[in-house]
């Protein structure tokens, strides 16, 4: 039984988190289709799950009056 992936997509923007582009700690976040161009994966083949990219969760966090996220560390 092969396992389905599951893709973070921001609710907001629609791009979705790509950790296998840069290989650093921050995530890429992209267009869901040139992910999909990118790792040749079939559409079919994966599972959204809704987040926010850190743009949009700074742009909401500002609007709702919450925190900013902490850094990461080095």
């Known amino acids: 039984m092969t ?3 599951t893709l973070p997509i921001c609710c907001v923007c ?3 988190s790509d950790e296998r582009a840069g290989g650093s700690i921050e ?3 992209t267009q869901l289709e ?3 161009n990118r790792h040749r994966i079939d559409q079919a ?11 949009c969760y700074n742009t ?3 609007e709702w009056r919450l925190l900013p996220p902490a850094p990461l560390a080095a």
């Open 45 to 55: 083949g994966i599972r959204l799950t809704h987040t926010y990219c850190p743009s």
């Open 27 to 29: 995530l890429e976040w």
């Open 3 to 5: 396992m389905t992936p």
């Open 34 to 36: 040139t992910y999909l």
């Open 60 to 62: 909401q966090a500002r």
């Open 14 to 16: 629609g791009q979705v």
